[in-house]
């Protein structure tokens, strides 16, 4: 039973991200700009991840596809801990340590940026 219902919750989050992708129309910033946004191609990188095709994810949207894959990894884990009474996952990051983290997650998204730019998603 555990099994059977991430098979079928993988099947209707395919067939629902899909139909998000038909829903969702361009771009505004890329539309007026002609430049993408941090966030362009995520819709696409989403249904890709969906079909199974990581080549085509990780083309069009690397930084929201790793954690789109972070988050699908996680998830077994969260059923460990609900019906397994598994330790949860706990990151605690006090004072300075937060400062360090914060910047890499800006670089993050700017690197990510400066590819979407670069690739012209």
Do not use: K
């Amino acid at each position: 039973m555990l099994c059977a219902a991430p098979a079928a919750l993988a099947l209707a989050w395919t067939s629902t991200i899909a139909g998000i992708g038909r829903l969702v129309g361009p771009c505004w910033m890329h539309s007026s700009f002609g430049v993408p946004c941090p966030t362009c191609g995520a819709t696409r990188a989403a249904v890709a991840l969906a079909r199974g095709d990581w080549n085509a994810a990780f083309a069009v949207q690397p930084l929201l596809s790793a954690l789109g894959v972070l988050a699908a990894l996680y998830v077994p884990w969260a059923i460990g801990v609900v019906a397994f009474g598994w330790r949860p996952l706990r990151i605690e990051l006090r004072g300075a340590n937060r400062r360090p983290l914060r910047w890499a997650l800006v670089g993050l998204v700017l690197a990510n940026w400066a590819y979407l730019v670069h690739v012209g998603v």
